[in-house]
């Protein structure tokens, strides 16, 4: 289970990366010059606020389970 567990949890950044990269790549092919502007372009921004989601959905599991095991019963 770990080593299907850590394949799985690696996907998402390998997916990143792979994504910036591919955006890096059709930049410089395109012979434009790389800024902190590009950020915002959606080739960029849709992986990274993936990631982002990705990684909150522990927590707000987490905070789900814990207020669902503190219920009070009557």
């Given at each position: 289970?770990?080593?299907?567990?850590?394949?799985?949890?690696?996907?998402?950044?390998?997916?990143?990366?792979?994504?910036?990269?591919?955006?890096?790549?059709?930049?410089?092919d395109?012979?434009?010059?790389?800024?902190?502007?590009?950020?915002?372009?959606?080739?960029?921004?849709?992986?990274?606020?993936?990631?982002?989601?990705?990684?909150?959905?522990?927590?707000?599991?987490?905070?789900?389970?814990?207020?669902?095991?503190?219920?009070?019963?009557?």
């Open positions: 289970t770990y080593i299907v567990a850590t394949f799985f949890g690696i996907i998402p950044g390998t997916f990143v990366y792979a994504s910036v990269g591919n955006g890096l790549g059709a930049l410089f395109a012979g434009d010059d790389p800024d902190l502007g590009i950020i915002f372009e959606p080739q960029f921004l849709a992986p990274l606020i993936g990631l982002a989601v990705l990684a909150v959905i522990p927590v707000i599991y987490k905070k789900f389970q814990k207020s669902r095991n503190q219920a009070p019963s009557a």
